[in-house]
């Protein structure tokens, strides 16, 4: 969708959509780079996540956000992630939250970046750990495919 882009405080920041656009619906969905992101408009803060629940990859942009605690409930299995932080609200896997800024001329921008990979290596490690400590088969099962 867009292809504009800019350096800031060493992050890439990409332009994804129009404030007044995303008010509209208080949601949308775009394509940055290789990545299809959710956004999320709460109480006048912009929220980026992944637009595939980590379970089983169902659309998050069209589960049910709580306005009392910023909690998107996927609809397929009723897996609950904070937006603000990205963790699974009952175990299980987290959700990949993005950083995001809005311009004065009320742009939103998305730093779409993956995570370093040491980072990401040790994040699936935690997950997987937590994973075998719950003995949850289906979840080891993802944690490895990763």
């Not at 969905?29 to 408009?41: D, E, I, P, R, W």
């Not at 939103?108 to 040790?122: G, I, K, L, N």
């Not at 937590?130 to 099962?141: G, L, N, S, V």
Request: with cysteine; glycine share 6%; proline share 3%.
């Amino acid at each position: 969708m867009q292809v504009s882009s800019e350096r800031e405080d060493d992050k890439a920041w990409t332009r994804a959509i129009e404030l007044d656009r995303l008010r509209a619906s208080g949601r949308a969905t775009v394509k940055l780079a290789s990545s299809q992101l959710a956004l999320f408009l709460h109480e006048g803060t912009v929220h980026a996540c992944n637009n595939r629940c980590p379970h089983e990859g169902y659309p998050l942009v069209e589960g049910a956000l709580d306005a009392a605690s910023c909690v998107l409930t996927c609809h397929w299995h009723n897996w609950k992630f904070d937006l603000k932080t990205g963790a699974n609200r009952y175990g299980g896997d987290s959700l990949r939250i993005y950083p995001v800024k809005v311009d004065a001329a009320g742009v939103v921008w998305v730093d779409a970046r993956e995570a370093p990979v040491h980072e990401r290596v040790q994040q699936v490690l935690a997950q997987l750990d937590a994973a075998m400590a719950d003995h949850d088969a289906p979840r080891i099962a993802r944690e490895l495919a990763r």
